[in-house]
Every structure is written in structure tokens, then in C-alpha cells.
């Protein structure tokens, strides 16, 4: 079955810290792979998208990897601050899926001061 | 400015009953997306519409019903059949390159 799988436990890092985020994918062949925020009872943000033929994204403190050989997408926040604290989520979507989007259960983040 | 105007922001429903979330865009967006979010889970897709007068089902789409009569607007109904409609649901757009923009989302409570 088709599964995308982030951690649900919640990361805990010190300020000033790289967080690094992990998505795994099973029986997908992504276009291309999102990475959203989302703030308690708000609507997702876009942060990044990275396709199947890129390697890595970058975007100020954010770096986003895409190994399609593992299966996995890595987001990197580096220098974390107390607000990167949020839930972050990954999305990716299939060449012949319409533009839609699928999503993983989300990982949360808390900086720590 | 534009964007994704989801209302309203709250809303009880007694068991039994229809409600209807309205979605509207200002963005000019073909395509238009609702999913649905209980509490600590991710983003599951109700229903999508690609182009006005079409429209998909999701994943869940069992007991939700939309339209989609005009390129600003998507508005969901849960009908009764939908046996356990709380939640948050959220209401996007996507450009072309592939970007969605959600709205703030609307929490659905059923007393």
C-alpha cells in the first residue's frame, strides 16, 4: 500500500541548532515532493518544493534533499529560532495524479530558548 | 489582497444535519482543493476540482458533497451520511506550479 510517513513524535532542539526533518515514501513515484508549515489551527504554508530530478532546494535557513534511490526527502531548518516551532508537513504528488497532493501525518517542532 | 476565504471559522452541527463550508478564491487558481484534518493526523483530500463544472472525489469523499459553478468558488457539504464529521477542514488552491494555498480552515463540531 502507498504510505508517506514522518515522525509523530515531536522533535525537541536547542536555538541555534539545525533541525533536520525526515519523510519516507512507499510505493510512490513523485513529480515532485512540498514541504508545508502549519501553526496550531491555521492552514498550512508552502515552504519549498523540489523536484524528482533535483537533488537539493535551498531558501534562506531551509534546505530541502530528495533521494528518489531511498525513498526519502530531508528538510533542513539551520540556526533554528523559537519561532521555526510549528508542525511541519510533506506532500508529494505523482506524474499521473492530477496535481493531487498527498500528504504525511506531520512532524512538530519545538526550539527550545 | 488575495488569497483563500474559508467560512465560517466555526461551526456546530446537531447529528442529523446538512451544513456547507463555503470557499471562495480571489486568485484565479484552476484548481481547488478540500481536505479534511483530525486532531495530531495529517491532511486527507475530500474532494478536488481541476476546472469549473468537474470536480473528483478524494480519498474520504463518503458523506461530503461539492459544486463548483464558478472558478472563485468551492463550497463543501456534510451531509448526514458523513457519521463522524468533526473536524478541521481546510479549503486550497494550487497554481501552476504546483503550489497550494490553504485558507485558515473552518472547525466542524457536531453537538
Known amino acids: 500500500s502507498q504510505k508517506i510517513e514522518q515522525n509523530s513524535e515531536a522533535l525537541n532542539i536547542q536555538e541555534g541548532k539545525t533541525a533536520t526533518l525526515t519523510c519516507n515514501y512507499t510505493n510512490y513515484s513523485p513529480a515532485y515532493l512540498q514541504w508545508y508549515r502549519q501553526d496550531p489551527g491555521r492552514g498550512p504554508v508552502f515552504l519549498l518544493l523540489?523536484?524528482?530530478?533535483?537533488k537539493e532546494k535551498r531558501k534562506e535557513r531551509l534546505k530541502v534533499t530528495f533521494d528518489t534511490t531511498l525513498k526519502q526527502s530531508l528538510f533542513h531548518i539551520t540556526a533554528s529560532q523559537p519561532a521555526d516551532s510549528a508542525t511541519y508537513l510533506c506532500?508529494?504528488?505523482?506524474?499521473?495524479?492530477?496535481?493531487?497532493?498527498?500528504f504525511g501525518g506531520g512532524t512538530r517542532l519545538m526550539v527550545k530558548p | 489582497d488575495g488569497g483563500i476565504t474559508q467560512s465560517p471559522k466555526y461551526l456546530f452541527r446537531k447529528e442529523g444535519q446538512n451544513v456547507t463550508l463555503s470557499c471562495e478564491q480571489n486568485?484565479?487558481?484552476?484548481?481547488m482543493y478540500w481536505y479534511r484534518q483530525d486532531p495530531g493526523q495529517g491532511l486527507r483530500l475530500i474532494y478536488y476540482?481541476?476546472?469549473?463544472?468537474?470536480?473528483q472525489k478524494g480519498d474520504i469523499a463518503e458523506g461530503y458533497s461539492v459544486s463548483r459553478e464558478k472558478k472563485e468558488s468551492f463550497p463543501l457539504t456534510v451531509t448526514s451520511a458523513q457519521k463522524n464529521p468533526t473536524a478541521f477542514y481546510l479549503c486550497?488552491?494550487?497554481?501552476?506550479?504546483?503550489?497550494?494555498?490553504f485558507g485558515e480552515g473552518s472547525r466542524l463540531t457536531v453537538l
Open positions: 486568485l484565479n487558481h484552476d484548481a
Open positions: 486550497a488552491s494550487m497554481d501552476r506550479a504546483g503550489e497550494l494555498f
Open positions: 476540482s481541476q476546472i469549473v463544472n468537474d470536480f
Open positions: 523540489i523536484r524528482e530530478n533535483e
Open positions: 506532500a508529494l504528488t505523482q506524474d499521473n495524479a492530477g496535481n493531487m497532493l498527498t
